[in-house]
């Protein structure tokens, strides 16, 4: 009886750490990442209309509209201004356009309805930092898995630095801090099975800017989807399994 009792609460907890290591949402296996950079987005009004978007403003004498956020960020209130093609921090714009893209990346409009803005204080490795995520006007696939995601380092600095980050299924809350001390940020590709046909994972490579330029930081996150061609139920790959199961090489996929 004994035994018995032993080998089930051993698979009792087998099971546990199974169901850990499994997830149906991105936001939700970025935020449990060690040293992740963004807690949650900053609150925004809700429109009492449309529960799910957030209030709009606009001026009268600029075309447009956007959200209106407030922060502290260095002890120092800030005032967001959140509109389709720019972000704009205690009156300092930031047009999308005119960050630094990382390759293959391009700027689009994003509806600020429905995106979000993180803030991070300054830490010993990094300076403050604002973050935005949203969706465009893509359709299929893209309209789900892919957002514009930008970041500005030191907003109110007279030089900060302003980057478009890879968004295929990633999010402001995949930045994050490296063992090795720097800040870092994940380019998603793809991977297939043996025939090259079905998408049965993904690879996680992080980058880092640095010199100005993007440089692989030499850590990477294999997950493994449940099912072949649909990434939103996931796992991460056994430490101790072989890359294997994976093909060596990938498939360029359609962007999104």
Not at 52 to 62: F, G, I, N
Not at 73 to 86: S, V
Not at 198 to 225: C, D, H, K, W
Request: hydrophobic letters at 40%.
């Amino acid at each position: 009886m004994k035994t018995a009792s032993t080998l089930a609460a051993a698979l009792a907890a087998m099971s546990i750490n199974a169901a850990a290591q499994s997830y149906d949402s991105y936001d939700a296996f970025y935020a449990a990442q060690p040293d992740t950079v963004f807690g949650v987005p900053i609150k925004q009004d809700i429109d009492p209309n449309e529960p799910t978007a957030h209030v709009l403003h606009s001026y009268p004498d600029k075309p447009g509209y956007f959200t209106e956020l407030h922060a502290k960020l260095e002890q120092k209130a800030l005032t967001i201004e959140l509109w389709q093609n720019r972000i704009v921090v205690d009156g300092k714009t930031y047009r999308f356009a005119r960050a630094t893209a990382f390759p293959g990346e391009h700027a689009s409009n994003i509806f600020p309805e429905s995106a979000e803005v993180f803030v991070a204080a300054r830490a010993n490795i990094h300076p403050p930092l604002v973050c935005v995520e949203g969706h465009g006007s893509a359709s299929g696939e893209a309209s789900s898995r892919y957002q514009q995601i930008f970041l500005v380092m030191n907003p109110l600095a007279r030089r900060p630095v302003f980057l478009q980050l890879p968004g295929l299924l990633s999010s402001c809350r995949a930045v994050l801090v490296t063992k090795d001390g720097k800040l870092a940020f994940p380019k998603n590709s793809y991977l297939f099975d043996a025939t090259q046909e079905s998408r049965v994972g993904l690879l996680m490579s992080y980058y880092t800017f640095e010199n100005q330029r993007f440089v692989p930081a030499l850590y990477e996150i294999r997950l493994r989807f449940t099912r072949p061609e649909v990434p939103f139920q996931f796992s991460v790959q056994d430490k101790n399994e072989t890359a294997s199961a994976f093909a060596p090489q990938m498939k360029k996929a359609p962007r999104g």
